[in-house]
């Protein structure tokens, strides 16, 4: 018996002799495993402890235990911002329940955690609901305007742009302006919406055709007055569209997750840059087309008053638009997305989309079919017609400015018995040469020409005399017409309302 308890208790330290030499070079690694496992322990305890503190209701004992996990640096800090705002709006404290809910979403980049229904005891306070404003989908009367009036323009647009009647060039020049000015509205409306969160790809979409609204709109009035035709240096006005594409390519390309991280941090790279270029490029294209608007005096003359109208008011708009966003980007880091300068600056933009959609949807002065310089296919047959002619191109100029002195000095067309024959003989040339010159500089027959003179000469008589009973057939006749009915239908060609409408719209009966 004693000899079996020796051989047990020798065997016994045999084998702890063993284990001690064979595990002798492994101490260090072991009791620093050791010590990591405890540690591992430590922070798994304080995550169970925090939550079981959490589930009991006990938020102030189970914020103080997650933030003891920052601490101990666990790894999943979302995990924690995400109990942490649990705990603070469940115990009422909103103010720091919001500290941790933008922490969560700048994290996660989850816009929709505001919406969660444990902030629903704080839903009322003025600073959670502001917090709610920036992240949440929202619809207002605002936002529904502009989706409106975006969708109004980009529907006119597309008829413009596709367009065959009238001059297809002016059409499309003036559509793709309108459709840009649309898209930059929709665009808006996706912001102010807070949709962007949800179409991350948006980012600089609009801000890609920011260098084509002024040369769109010169060439428009380019072609209006001076029937331009495009050749290859005009392609050198896209050179700042594309540069500027080029340089944000780079960004273009970012997945959706980048973009939306950009977003809701509001990385907004070279944002200050893009608009000035912008106001620079708005600022340079809107000089030359008053310019090129107060040269053509002669020229607006000689267009019906509905047309005068609609080329003003499109300079007008413009350049309000221009001023409003200059304004803007002046004060750019004052004034953030949403705020009432940029809202007026958008309002202006919507007015503009509005008046080009209207007049183009009532056919009433976007590009005139007669009197304005457009090289129509009536015209195209013309110049046809004239390419034997002995006329020269200086000849015609000259000649072309002895009639607009005979027309707005002389008011030659005063003469109720003025022929194209007698015309002919005040400039000095032959009956062909004169109806060459109307046809190609003014885009009219002899006889419109004549009328649309003495037409808006009877519209300026009306309107100055409106207060003195001013009597029609006395302007008809005053003007150059030798009867009433005849100055009627010529009235009402070009202004679409007749003498007696245009007098009542004055409040004269």
């Known amino acids: 018996m004693y000899q079996t308890q020796r051989n047990t208790i020798a065997s016994f330290f045999q084998i702890l002799l063993l284990c001690i030499f064979c595990n002798a070079g492994l101490f260090g690694n072991e009791s620093r495993i050791t010590a990591i496992s405890n540690d591992f322990s430590e922070t798994e305890y304080i995550l169970r402890k925090a939550d079981n503190y959490f589930n009991l209701n006990k938020y102030n004992e189970a914020i103080s235990c997650y933030e003891l996990l920052f601490d101990q640096q666990y790894e999943d800090s979302t995990y924690l ?45 003025e600073n959670f609901k502001t917090l709610q404003k920036r992240y949440q989908q929202k619809i207002s009367v605002w936002a529904l305007f502009c989706l409106y009036v975006g969708c109004i323009g980009v529907f006119i647009s597309t008829i413009l742009i596709f367009r065959q009647r009238k001059d297809r060039i002016a059409n499309f020049l003036i559509g793709c302006f309108l459709l840009l000015h649309s898209l930059f509205i929709l665009r808006v409306s996706i912001l102010i919406t807070n949709y962007e969160f949800y179409l ?15 040369p769109l709109i010169f060439f428009y009035f380019k072609r209006v007055y001076q029937q331009h035709r ?53 600022t340079i294209y809107g000089i030359l087309i008053i310019f090129m608007y107060l040269k053509k005096e002669d020229f607006n003359n000689n267009i019906a008053r509905l047309e005068k109208n609609w080329i003003r008011n499109l300079i007008i ?12 980007a002046f004060i750019f880091k004052q004034y953030e997305m949403g705020s009432s300068l940029f809202n007026l600056q958008i309002f202006i933009m919507t007015l503009l989309v509005l008046y080009i959609s209207y007049n183009t ?28 002619s002995s006329l020269t191109s200086e000849l015609s100029v000259e000649l072309k400015d002895k009639l607009i002195v005979l027309m707005n000095q002389e008011k030659i067309y005063r003469d109720n018995d003025i ?65 009433k009915v005849t100055f009627n239908k ?13 007098l009542r719209s004055f409040g004269i009966s």
């Open 200 to 214: 991350p790809h948006l980012l600089y979409a609009s801000a890609s055709f920011s260098f084509l609204y002024g």
């Open 361 to 388: 949807f009532f056919n009433l002065a976007l590009v005139r079919d007669k009197n304005i310089r457009i090289l129509t296919n009536t015209e195209k047959s013309d110049s046809f017609k004239y390419s034997s």
């Open 419 to 483: 022929t194209l024959q007698k015309l002919a003989d005040r400039l000095n040339t032959n009956r062909h040469n004169t109806s060459q010159i109307i046809n190609e500089h003014f885009g009219l027959n002899f006889f419109d020409l004549i009328n649309s003179y003495r037409i808006n000469e009877a519209m300026s008589i009306l309107k100055k005399d409106k207060s003195k009973g001013v009597n029609i057939i006395d302007v008809a006749y005053e003007v150059g017409f030798n009867n």
């Open 230 to 282: 495009f050749n290859k240096i005009d392609i050198l006005h896209l050179l700042p569209t594309l540069v500027f594409i080029a340089f944000m390519m780079p960004i273009y390309l970012l997945s959706s997750t980048e973009k939306l991280h950009m977003i809701i941090h509001n990385e907004r790279p070279y944002a200050n840059l893009i608009m000035m270029a912008k106001l620079i490029s708005l």
């Open 81 to 125: 911002y995400k109990k942490i705002a649990f705990s603070y709006a469940k115990s009422n404290q909103p103010e720091q329940a919001i500290v941790y809910v933008e922490k969560y979403i700048l994290a996660t980049l989850d816009v929709s955690f505001v919406n969660h229904s444990y902030f629903d005891s704080i839903k009322n306070e």
């Open 317 to 328: 708009f413009y350049s309000l638009s221009t001023l409003f966003y200059a304004i803007y």
């Open 490 to 502: 010529s009235f009402k060609k070009y202004n679409h309302i007749t003498p007696s409408e245009y």
